[in-house]
């Protein structure tokens, strides 16, 4: 009995560090031993959005950001390395920032939980999504989680559980004259800047920051008719198909030198520099794109 009670502690450690220990080295094969629905579902994600192929919704369907989402201040939180990501956390839940969608079939108000970053080694790659084929060296992820869960933190095993808006970033023209770019993207960056520094290794935190969140959304010309709309998944193990995405179309310039500091500043928990973060891309299979541009 005693043996057979070993075993099972045994099993059950394997493979709970497995899970722990899951990269992206090769994500399409080894995530699928983590979690089947990563191989088997029909709604992950990342995808290629095909702009030509976007869909006009029937009925109405939009995402607003609660007043207070971009006017209430910056936002308070720390900057951490979890292995796989540079991630920030708001220090406080309750005074998050709130999503509201709106569909003839849904209503949902989801919370900001955290967000972080995908990147590559270079410019030409990085992105999770790519757009018409092309990709973008840096994706950003605010992830939202349903408020309608939030007392059984069960919103992973709900479609409706969780609303992903990602943004993209592109490189800034430097002026060759005096070495310093001013692009729209670069504020948001400032509480990045001076944490990362903190944040090299697997498990470090940050001191708490002041994100300036709005300069980011007035980076995006018209940013809520600015959007693609499809149901997706987490692009991380375990894949949970519980993901209301919103891509923001137009990327938004960052100086060449913010772009460096993310690939070159931080490790992964085996002590790599920690790049090519990202997932590739998902079938499409018969899920519909919507065309949030009017
Ligand atoms: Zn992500």
């Not at 910056?74 to 920032?97: A, V």
Request: charged share 25%; with cysteine; glycine share 6%.
């Amino acid at each position: 009995m005693r043996t057979m009670m070993k075993l099972v502690t045994c099993v059950v450690l394997i493979s709970i560090g497995f899970v722990s220990s899951w990269n992206h080295d090769n994500p399409d094969k080894d995530w699928c031993q983590i979690a089947p629905v990563c191989c088997e579902g029909r709604r992950q994600s990342p995808i290629n959005i095909q702009t030509a192929n976007l869909t006009l919704p029937k009925n109405f369907i939009n995402l607003f950001f609660k007043r207070d989402y971009f006017e209430a201040g910056k936002l308070k939180g720390k900057y951490s390395n979890d292995g796989h990501s540079i991630k920030f956390t708001p220090s406080r839940w309750e005074k998050s920032r709130i999503v509201h969608l709106i569909s003839k079939e849904k209503n949902i108000k989801a919370r900001l939980a955290q967000f972080h970053f995908h990147w590559g080694a270079n410019d030409s790659y990085g992105s999770e999504h790519a757009y018409d084929g092309k990709f973008f060296p840096l994706e950003l992820h605010f992830v939202h989680l349903n408020q309608k869960y939030d007392e059984t933190n069960d919103h992973l095993d709900h479609g409706d559980g969780a609303i992903v808006v990602g943004f993209m970033f592109k490189p800034a023209k430097e002026n060759p004259d005096t070495c310093v770019t001013s692009a729209p993207g670069n504020a948001f960056f400032t509480s990045l800047m001076a944490s990362i520094g903190q944040i090299g290794k697997k498990g470090d935190k940050g001191d708490e920051v002041k994100v300036d969140i709005e300069s980011l959304f007035d980076a995006v010309p018209d940013l809520s008719t600015n959007m693609a709309h499809y149901e997706g998944s987490l692009t991380t193990p375990p894949c949970s198909e519980a993901v209301q995405w919103f891509n923001v179309m137009t990327p938004v310039e960052v100086s060449p030198f913010i772009l460096d500091a993310i690939r070159t500043m931080t490790k992964d928990g085996r002590g790599l520099v920690l790049f090519d973060n990202y997932r590739p891309l998902q079938a499409l299979n018969r899920r519909t794109v919507y065309d949030l541009f009017y």
